[in-house]
């Protein structure tokens, strides 16, 4: 082991979707190889409780603090149970391999059978894109399994051993009350009024009560895909009345849409700057806002933040960058890396001729009979430098190519992340941003470092028309 790579560490990385699922397997899996190492060498990190169907690269702390490493030249060797475990998402796949492979980290899949990581982006890619599959099938079986069979469900006792579902008793009356009642409802003062009644009965949030209203579990029904009847689960409405409520009530029918809406603005992962921790992400259906806000259990003033208002700032913010981007220094570079094969090239050259001449000059010397000058030893190695020269000037020639397409692909880039702040804003943030810091009065981002980054600003101020 050379001096470098003693000073870059192993990482071991361990993932499991939920609290309940058991890590030992993984931890057992990769025991074997953290005993060739000693304590100093090892970093472990421990991904408890994440699951990758539903967060993305950005929203992963654990993943990131890797990444980082990586790019810091600080990792020599990443173990992992297998590919399922660090992504389910296939261009995440891909960009992690890539990423592994600029910095010479190998990859090491630690369960038995598993096929080894390769250095082939299109094996790689492929293998991404069937871990993605099976991410979503997962997720799918799993949101049906619930939605047919849940753990428990408010109002309802589970009998474990024929896995039926009847009325809980004691929770019946006020249940069947709250459909009734909730038929009724014609305006929001209304909804207003009845969620703060029923919340105190039921104790539970007024979200919570509107997902009761829109569950065609209580009708006995799973109306996900067609109409299929749960002949297990003993109903507290017809379907017919589950309907009604649906269509007659515009409320209640919108109230789905509108949760949906508020979960997709949380794109983000932002820190509270007094307490260095996550904040935590909340809507309102009732007010139709979301937001980021600090942990209840902090010791300092309570942060809020509207999660519109940090779409707007980052979004400004990544505006800002991308026409930061200095597409003229990508080009300088690729003229002085021209420049540097060209010189290579015409040295190479140079020596290619004299030596053809001296062979010339040596067939022509040795051999009294020129017309049978081609048997001549010596003609063999004058045919490969004619060989060698014709592909040293086709190179050179695909090199000035490739920087004619520089100056196009410099413009398709500018343009592809502009177009991707309305297509893909996802990735684009998961690219540029590395951090979000939010104070009281101010939001610090902090931009991955790019080389053609170089001259964007540090510091911008948005005023609130900037932001509209």
Not at 61 to 78: A, S, W
Request: charged letters at 30%; glycine letters at 2%; a positive charge.
């Amino acid at each position: 082991m050379n001096l470098q790579s003693y000073y870059k560490y192993k990482v071991f990385l361990r993932r499991i979707s939920t609290m309940s699922q058991d890590p030992s397997m993984q931890e057992t899996a990769d025991a074997p190889y953290r005993q060739q190492y000693s304590s100093k060498e090892i970093i472990i990190i421990n991904e408890y409780g994440v699951s990758a169907n539903k967060l993305y690269i950005a929203q992963r702390p654990k993943i990131q603090k890797l990444i980082k490493l990586i790019e810091n030249n600080k990792v020599e060797v990443v173990y992992v149970f297998d590919r399922s475990r660090l992504f389910r998402k296939h261009y995440e796949g891909v960009f992690f391999i890539d990423l592994c492979k600029k910095h010479n980290v190998k990859i090491i899949f630690t369960s038995t059978g598993h096929q080894e990581a390769s250095n082939n982006t299109l094996i790689e890619g492929v293998m991404s894109i069937v871990n993605n599959l099976e991410g979503e099938n997962i997720t799918k079986r799993n949101a049906e399994a619930r939605r047919r069979f849940p753990g428990k469900k408010f109002g309802y006792i589970k009998n474990k051993e024929d896995r039926t579902y009847k009325k809980n008793p004691e929770k019946e009356d006020t249940i069947l009350e709250f459909f009734n009642v909730l038929r009724k409802v014609e305006t929001i003062t209304q909804l207003d009024k009845l969620l703060r009644h029923y919340k105190k009965l039921f104790k539970k949030t007024p979200e919570k009560l509107l997902e009761m209203a829109v569950d065609p579990f209580y009708a006995g029904y799973d109306i996900s895909d067609n109409e299929n009847k749960l002949p297990h689960v003993e109903p507290y409405l017809s379907l017919e009345d589950f309907k009604n409520l649906l269509t007659k009530n515009v409320i209640i029918s919108t109230y789905s849409h509108k949760k949906v809406a508020l979960e997709r603005e949380h794109l983000f992962q932002p820190y509270c700057s007094k307490c260095n921790k996550l904040m935590k992400f909340d809507f309102s259906i009732l007010e139709n806002k979301a937001w980021y806000s600090c942990s209840k259990k902090s010791n300092h003033s309570k942060i809020l933040l509207p999660s519109r208002d940090l779409f707007s700032v980052v979004s400004a913010t990544l505006s800002k960058a991308i026409e930061g981007l200095d597409t003229d220094k990508l080009l300088r570079d690729s003229r002085t890396y021209l420049n540097k094969i060209r010189k290579l090239v015409q040295r190479d050259l140079a020596a290619i001729a004299k030596r053809k001449e001296q062979i010339r000059q040596a067939i022509i010397l040795e051999n009294d009979d020129l017309v049978g000058w081609k048997s001549n030893p010596s003609y063999n190695e004058l045919l490969k430098l004619e060989d060698y020269e014709q592909q040293l000037l086709k190179n050179i020639t695909e090199k000035e190519e490739l920087l004619l397409e520089n100056k196009e692909l410099s413009n398709l880039t500018k343009d592809y992340l502009t177009n991707s702040k309305e297509k893909n804003f996802t990735l684009l943030v998961s690219m540029l941003i590395n951090r979000l810091d939010v104070y009281p009065e101010k939001i610090v981002i902090t931009l991955n470092k790019f080389d053609y980054l170089s001259y964007l600003e540090t510091n911008y101020n948005f005023e609130v028309s900037d932001l509209q």
